[in-house]
């Protein structure tokens, strides 16, 4: 079962990516306004996000001809992620991966659906986040249940979980403090991403450790989870020192803005002493 998830979602990927190469062969590579001002990062440039925005944008074009709603969208996401956190914890990491892809879809056509209906609200943005966040915490959570027995990987879950709060986190103080966000890595589509290709190529390798049994011996186990466990080493090191430096530059952004200005110096209007026997002149005080 879990390798026929594997496959039914990298058969799925490539099609978008065989279907997204025709279609820019013919009318030229589409691009979009919210892509470019994303800017991506080394982890995820902006090519792999356009693909995967006009994907989406069929489908969101699809849920506003069928009137499905943003909101109902975005419970949908919270039902695919704890049904994929569900089958994380027990150990099925290829078809949670269907799941888990499911919600991350959900996820990211509520918005696109909101703006083509023009039904955008602050209440449907702090719906979003909020089961943007949980969703989340369900996954890595699902993951840490799953590695429960190994401190080594349990750790590891734990640390990625601590960093993809602490990203989150770093954006929102910035918000509440004024000051742009600062870039940085790892952000939500990074980690979503690289999360879920851990998962999906997990049960294939899976598949070729067995096979290789008696050569590898006792790290057969290690090397059938090897792509999850690289996923969420990456998530949890490199969320982290994004969070650390984006807080850093947050606090020297409001350090800055809170220096008051130095007072200019007085400047003499006259390079030389007055005459002896004539009064300096002073500028007349002005009340107050």
């Known amino acids: ?39 991506g990062s080394v982890l995820l440039g902006t090519g792999p996000m356009n693909v995967g925005y006009w994907a989406l944008e069929k489908v969101g074009t699809v849920c506003v001809r069928l009137r499905i709603g943003a909101n109902a969208i975005s419970w949908s996401s919270l039902f695919f992620g ?29 918005g696109m659906v909101a703006r083509k209906t023009g039904t955008a609200s602050l209440a449907g943005e702090v719906l979003d986040a909020s089961i943007d966040r949980a969703v989340e915490f369900l996954l890595l959570g699902g993951i840490a249940v799953a590695w429960r027995t190994s401190t080594p990987r349990l750790s590891l879950a734990l640390l990625a979980l601590l960093g993809s709060f602490m990203v989150s986190y770093a954006t929102a103080k ?13 952000r939500r589509t990074e980690r979503c991403v690289y999360l879920l290709l851990g998962a999906a190529l997990t049960p294939l390798a899976t598949l070729l450790a067995a096979r290789q049994a008696p050569l590898l011996g ?28 984006r807080l850093g530059r947050v606090a020297a952004l409001v350090r800055l803005r809170n220096v008051p200005p130095k007072s200019p110096e007085p400047v003499s209007t006259h390079s030389e002493a007055p005459l002896r026997g004539h009064a300096p002149h002073h500028p007349a005080r002005v009340a107050g």
Request: overall charge negative; hydrophobic content about 55%; glycine content about 12%.
């Open 218 to 245: 006792p790290l057969a186990g290690v090397a059938g989870e090897l792509p999850l466990l690289c996923a969420v080493a990456l998530i949890g090191v490199v969320a982290n020192t994004s969070a650390a430096r």
């Open 82 to 110: 704890a049904v994929g956190a569900g089958l994380f914890a027990v150990g099925h990491f290829g078809i949670g991966a269907l799941f888990a892809a499911a919600c991350a879809s959900c996820d990211a056509l509520d």
């Open 1 to 39: 079962m879990d390798l026929a998830g594997s496959l039914v979602l990298l058969a799925l990927l490539g099609v978008v990516i065989v279907t997204y190469a025709g279609h820019a062969a013919l009318f030229g590579s589409p691009r979009y306004e919210r892509v470019a001002k994303d800017e």
């Open 174 to 186: 910035a918000e509440a403090m004024q000051v742009e966000p600062p870039r940085g890595a790892m």
